[in-house]
């Protein structure tokens, strides 16, 4: 996520703003897709959890895994092909390009379609491994194909060509190879040796679950997408071009937020099948304060010093005039949004989706008319703030979540694992934005951003019960000669 960050000056430099907006769209796009996941990715991970929390489950995982993957494979194909047809009216009667043809806008959107069907059976393959609780080898996996996907981009731009439709070329080539990687992994975990067949048994198992967990997604993709479909119609491709520059900068709060939440999911999953609450709530807080200390330090940050960070990423004063303010206002949405993972989590492991649709609902009711007239009247800077605002809204599904599940965390919840430490991010990060220089260079920037993180994330690590003990461990090991750790 990081190297994708740093290497986005590039492609704005090699591309323009313009085409980078249209680099916006790829995210946008594949989660429209994943509407036709039917909650089969989703109940692979679940499944795989819970069948593997008891031994001898073996032939249900493969029969259940080549049902699923026979239908994904066919709603991957569907992606694709769907992409293709309609990429001609995206491009003249959607998007408002200036500088770009019809004709590059649409073969762009037909490339983009290929690698959304490829990063969809990418996901499917990722989802069961990680089921399996096999996350460091997806995740050494994701290094080795973001690292060629990210770093292949640039020498294609820099070497072959500066095209928005090369760009978009290079991208199927690696998702493809994480594809075939995660499935071949994926089988051999559950002894691909053995027979595998499709099962209809298995399908009638799962469809109260999948369906539920669609009609969740349909929802959850409005919200997270209504954004940049909105400003993609209303405002010219360059204003979308600085919202999706915003929208890079807080996917690595986005990320932190999946990666622990996912980490998670298993056991909450195995815990619920078990029936071990106590287990499950000793799990959900220390989830949650992991999530904390990773998510609200770095948020603090980027706030702070929006305008600082877009300036030593971009080196342009003007993209860091027009996108300050969007990424400060992302940022807090996105931070926001992230600490609900958890507590949604477990209620995905419960199969309760009544909550979480519901809210995504009302919610959906309110933000999308909030979104247009925000846009109207403040253009990219309105669509960033109301993410923010909508997602201050949406922390009120929590309270509700626990009247059915681990009713006495709440306040726990809401106290130990989220205000506390939040308002000590805070007020440390405001301090020594008031107290430090004010940077006027790059090296400058530099060290008082590093000491403002340093600071601000082992202020809010000493507020998290769960996280303490492991910093005075370390600290200690630290101390400790050679021949007594050894």
Known sequence: MLLAIALVPFYVSYLGVESYGLVGLLGTLQAISNLLDLGIGATLNREMARLSAIEGNEPEQRNLLRTLEIIYWGLAAVIAAVTMLVAPVIATKWVNPVTLSAGEVTNSFRLMGLCVALQFLFGFYQGGLMGLQRQVLVNWILVLISTIRAVGAVLVLLFISRSIEVFFLWQI???AMGALVTSWYLWQAIQHDSRSRFSLPALKSIWKFASGWTIYSLFNAMYAQADMIILSKLLPLKYLGYYTLGRTMVQPLSAVAAAVAASALPRFNQLVKLGNTSELSAMYHKSSQFLTVMLIPMSVIISLYSWDILFL???DVTISNNAHLILSFLVLGACLNGVLWIPGYIQSAHSFFKLMIGSLIVLNIFYVPLLVWMVHAYKANGAALSWAIVNFCYL???????????REEFVNWLLRDLTIPAAIAVMCGLALKTLLPQPTDNAVRLVVIAVTCCVVTFGTACTLGYVRP???????????PKSARS
């Open 470 to 480: 492991l910093l005075r461990m370390r600290f200690l090991i630290n101390k400790e």
């Open 173 to 175: 080539i690696p998702v």
């Open 313 to 315: 990423w971009t080196h």
């Open 396 to 406: 009120f599904s929590v309270p509700l979540m626990h009247r059915y599940f681990l």
